[in-house]
């Protein structure tokens, strides 16, 4: 897999300029080092592929005179790539050079002389000095997914040695003069070719990139590019819209992004910045959705609790009820009535949710009768954190208030039933959303990519994730 982690986020498909990006994507010097050391082994399985054709001919070699010659079967049997180097090239992409490379193999040779002698064999050759530099470019193809390609690429040959197997010392006069030449113009024609193939070896591993990553049944998030990467001469960054929509139907959300810069950390091999515009699109999808409410009845109270959901308990706040719906149970229906806020400041994430409380009594035959309809003002704070390649998160309840809004029972204190809806938030509302916080979203990944050494911190606006990169499989 060449040069997997520095491509892996080279492109995330079609470019739509001039919006804030959502998302934002470093990918430091350490990463473009172990995308060195991937491609290597790539490489070096394509040099092995070289197919050296026979080599022939006719050559006067004193004092024996014209000798036809052939070598023959020559085959790749090792190639040593032992020093090489990958480099950022400002506004521009990514160059690899190899240096002091070296090509050995194997054939068969055979020689006709004075008109009747023969003689043939075996040799093993060894190509020193190879150098070859490489320009890697990078577009979106026709689907609008990343493509790899070389852009130029040069190749040096240096000097061969060969070694004969049962022939004569003037065999190395006969390599010196023709067959050294042929051999190492033969190799340079196919160095560069192959090092091409070996970049666009990349391009089906870099169609594994969840540009288009499905969350749930309610929502996906992409990860397109809004502009072209920028590369520097420690970095290459790339913005990434990063924006949740419902499942296929892509309506934009009525905010924008707001512009942020990544710190100019480097000890990581990646940096992603999550911005609080792209958790806010989630909730507004999720919210728009209707998933943000939820039914709650008496079995959903731990058993232990002396606050039960039923007409005896809130009567004993509200008296009317118990005296209309005696022994009933109650449900409850917790509704957002507006998006959600989320609000990153530095080590600190919050949450603000306005939300509707409407109690019912369960009639003897299902149906339910309204009691009163709460406004619910909360603040929840979040901890946000990596599992495996999602970002994921649990939320505690900092503060509510209530107000009453509609009632069907009478008027009554509506502080009365605070410790009730505390309880209520606390032991069943706040449990069930951190079960669907903890499964998380899906960060932008390559194939079987692992993040290792994670580290995430909230900032101003942002989340900041560091992390290293490891392929398996």
Not at 126 to 151: F, H
Not at 429 to 458: D, E, F, R, W
Request: proline share 5%; charged share 15%; glycine share 6%.
């Amino acid at each position: 897999m060449f040069l997997c982690c520095q491509l892996a986020l080279f492109a995330f498909i079609p470019m739509t300029l001039g919006i804030d990006p959502g998302v934002k994507v470093k990918l430091t010097e350490k990463g473009l080092e172990y995308g060195r050391q991937l491609g290597m082994a790539s490489i070096q399985q394509r040099l092995k592929t070289i197919k050296l054709p026979d080599i022939s001919g006719k050559q006067k070699v004193s004092p024996i005179g014209k000798v036809q010659y052939s070598l023959t079967n020559m085959k790749i049997a090792n190639v040593g790539l032992p020093k090489s180097a990958v480099a950022l090239v400002p506004g521009s992409g990514v160059r690899l050079s190899i240096e002091n490379a070296f090509i050995t193999l194997q054939g068969n040779w055979r020689v006709k002389y004075l008109r009747i002698i023969k003689d043939s064999g075996s040799f093993d050759l060894t190509v020193n000095g190879l150098s070859i530099t490489i320009s890697i470019a990078v577009k979106s193809d026709q689907t609008g997914r990343p493509e790899v390609s070389s852009a130029n690429c040069a190749a040096t040959v240096g000097g061969a040695s060969i070694k004969f197997h049962g022939g004569a010392s003037w065999l190395y006069n006969l390599f010196k003069n023709v067959v050294d030449k042929a051999l190492r113009s033969a190799l340079q024609k196919q160095i560069c070719p192959l090092v091409a193939n070996a970049v666009s070896d990349l391009n089906p591993q870099l169609k594994t990139l969840n540009v288009l990553a499905k969350v749930d049944q309610y929502a996906e998030i992409e990860y397109s590019m809004v502009s072209s990467p920028t590369v520097s001469n420690s970095s290459i960054d790339f913005s990434l819209k990063g924006v949740f929509y419902s499942i296929g139907k892509h309506q934009e959300p009525p905010f924008s992004a707001v512009p942020f810069t990544l710190p100019p950390q480097t000890n990581n091999m990646l940096y992603l910045g999550v911005s609080a515009f792209t958790t806010d699109s989630a909730a507004f999808v999720y919210n728009k959705a209707g998933a943000l409410s939820l039914y709650i009845t008496d079995d959903m109270i731990p058993q232990g609790s002396p606050v039960r959901l039923n007409t005896r308990t809130f009567g004993a706040f509200i008296p009317q009820i118990s005296k209309r719906f005696p022994g009933l149970m109650i449900k409850l229906l917790v509704k957002t009535v507006k998006t959600p806020v989320i609000t990153f400041q530095a080590n600190n994430m919050t949450v603000q949710a306005r939300a509707s409380v409407t109690a019912y009594a369960i009639q003897p035959n299902a149906t339910l009768s309204p009691l009163f309809v709460l406004n619910l003002e909360s603040s929840v704070s979040a901890q946000v954190f990596v599992s495996g390649t999602r970002l994921a998160g649990a939320v505690t309840l900092n503060q509510m208030d209530l107000t009453l809004e509609t009632s069907y029972v009478g008027e009554f204190q509506v502080r009365s039933l605070h410790s009730i809806f505390q309880m209520v938030l606390k032991v069943v509302v706040i449990p069930k959303l951190n079960v669907q916080l903890a499964k998380g979203y899906p960060l932008p990944t390559l194939g079987k990519m692992k993040l290792v050494n994670t580290q995430l911190h909230v900032l101003k606006d942002y989340m900041l994730i560091g992390t290293d990169v490891q392929f398996i499989g």
